[in-house]
Nanobody, 117 residues
Framework: QVQLVESGGGLVQPGGSMSLSCAAS????????MDWYRQAPGKEREMVAI???????DYDDSVKGRFTISREIARNTVYLQMNNLKPEDTAVYFCRYYALDGSVDYWGQGTQVTVSS
């Protein structure tokens, strides 16, 4: 079992910045990924950023140049630094931990990010 605890989130004005973090505990082993997804009201959940412990990082085109994902491998923690936030970034943001071989897949409880003036 893996537990994911997210922190951060809240209300920010357009153009502002916010940081999210997600700490994983439990059985962490092997090649894995810790990603960020988001789901806006009435929309499907979508990938925001991917970070594997092998060093692969990728972003959705909508956040490239504005968001930065990083991992602290020793602490099993992933961060998402969000800059120049836009109203369309408003969503519930979820942390995901999974094994690259597909054997396990866990999600955090989600944290609300609202971008509004």
């Amino acid at each position: 079992q893996v537990q994911l605890v997210e922190s951060g989130g809240g209300l920010v004005q357009p153009g502002g910045s916010m940081s999210l973090s997600c700490a994983a505990s439990g059985y962490i082993d092997g090649f894995n990924g810790m990603d960020w997804y988001r789901q806006a009201p009435g929309k499907e959940r979508e990938m925001v950023a991917i970070a594997t412990n092998g060093g692969w990082i990728d972003y959705d085109d909508s956040v490239k140049g504005r968001f930065t994902i990083s991992r602290e491998i020793a602490r099993n923690t992933v961060y998402l630094q969000m800059n120049n936030l836009k109203p369309e970034d408003t969503a519930v943001y979820f942390c995901r931990y999974y094994a690259l071989d597909g054997s396990v897949d866990y999600w955090g409880q989600g944290t609300q990010v609202t971008v509004s003036s």
